[in-house]
């Protein structure tokens, strides 16, 4: 009798053994976990993660050479719809916005919004409100994000429904230091807070205002905006870093567009990793008493050349109202205000 039970024993532990096993073996192989890492040197970041399930960290496109690519390529009142790597070009007349309404609507999406309003640019912060209420993601939830050295300073404009305003004080910093530590700044908010309330993050700058509407036709994984400065100029004469010994460095027959630094987002998580990246790249440089030489934008251009943007916005969506309007473009959607820079930098 007692053999038996021992045997019965035996038998239970093997089968129950086999079964874990067969689990085991279900879930490293049918429920992957990729991990965002953190790169920010700050001791409190290094116990965080963000977690995605079933989902791959994206990998930097191999360097290679192949003709630019020009916005007006096909003819002067026309542009390009659609880049090399087949990231869809969004201008007006590319796209139906009463569909894709449809389309987004009943995804319940929130859309976060960043700026910096350091100093006298709080005074910007009014008007980019009142314009972003008018113009942002009509009829979709929006968390704006403002990061300030003087919280009292920033008005309280009325808010539609579902529109959060939230000011978020920072240390005050030198003008250049500022432009440096905004990547370090959004991607420590994102693994803080806003991976927990936004399903999309745009970044962009607060003297700015919106002009017409921008909806969901800009959403995307990760999603650049032209410059409209450079637009129609051959990739030579873009203001890439061109120094080798920095991380931003851009060789002559590098580059696809130029990008704005005062635009740019896409999806929280790819928000979170471009940011981070460009951070450490700016670190790097800091580590070698190298500044690029155009701070972030440098930095931000570099990493869209290695991981190209899912999706890329015309100059309607960055223009500087200082210049022609061009006849490629229709209408203009986002632009710069003409401002007293002396007064500005004093």
């Known amino acids: ?81 659609l880049t090399p790597w087949l990231a869809p070009i969004v201008s007006e007349g590319t796209f139906n916005p009463d569909l894709l309404q449809r389309i987004y609507q009943p995804l319940n999406l929130t859309i976060g919004l960043t700026v910096f309003a350091m100093g006298k640019y709080t005074h910007f912060v009014q008007h980019f409100l009142e314009s972003a209420e008018q113009f942002f993601m009509r009829g979709y939830r929006v968390c704006y994000y403002i990061f300030t050295d003087d919280p009292e300073a920033i008005p309280r404009v009325p808010l539609g429904p579902g529109r959060v ?63 409209p400065g450079y637009y129609a100029v051959p990739r ?42 460009c951070h450490m790249a700016i670190l790097a440089d800091k580590a070698n008493g190298i500044m690029a030489a155009w701070q972030e934008e440098s930095h931000l251009n570099r990493r869209f050349i290695s991981y190209k943007p899912s999706k890329v916005l015309s100059p309607e969506y960055l223009w500087d109202d200082r210049k022609p309007w061009p006849p490629g473009l229709k209408l203009i959607r986002f632009s710069t205000l003409d401002k007293n820079t002396n007064w500005l930098r004093s």
């Open 1 to 81: 009798m007692r053999c038996h039970r021992l045997a019965l024993g035996l038998g239970f532990c093997l089968v129950l053994g086999t079964a874990l096993c067969v689990l085991w073996v279900y879930v490293e192989n049918w429920l992957p976990f990729a991990y965002v890492p953190y790169y920010l040197p700050c001791p409190e970041i290094f116990k965080m993660k963000l977690q995605y399930r079933g989902q791959k960290p994206f990998q930097p496109v191999a360097p290679s050479q192949y003709p630019q690519p020009k916005l007006l390529e096909q003819r002067p009142t026309e542009l390009l719809t």
């Open 165 to 227: 305003l939230s000011i978020i004080p920072i240390q005050t910093h030198s003008r250049w230091e500022v432009s440096m530590r905004q990547m370090e700044t959004i991607s420590q908010h994102i693994a803080q807070r806003a991976h927990r309330e936004v399903d999309y993050l745009f970044c962009v700058h607060v003297d700015m205002v919106f002009r017409n509407p921008w909806g969901p036709e800009t959403l995307g994984d990760l999603v650049a905006a032209i410059h």
């Open 236 to 277: 030579q004469q873009f203001p890439y870093e061109r120094r080798h010994v920095s991380t931003a460095f851009v060789a002559d027959t590098e580059g696809d567009f130029y990008y704005g630094g005062a635009v740019f987002g896409g999806r929280v998580d790819r928000v979170y990793e471009f940011t981070s990246g």
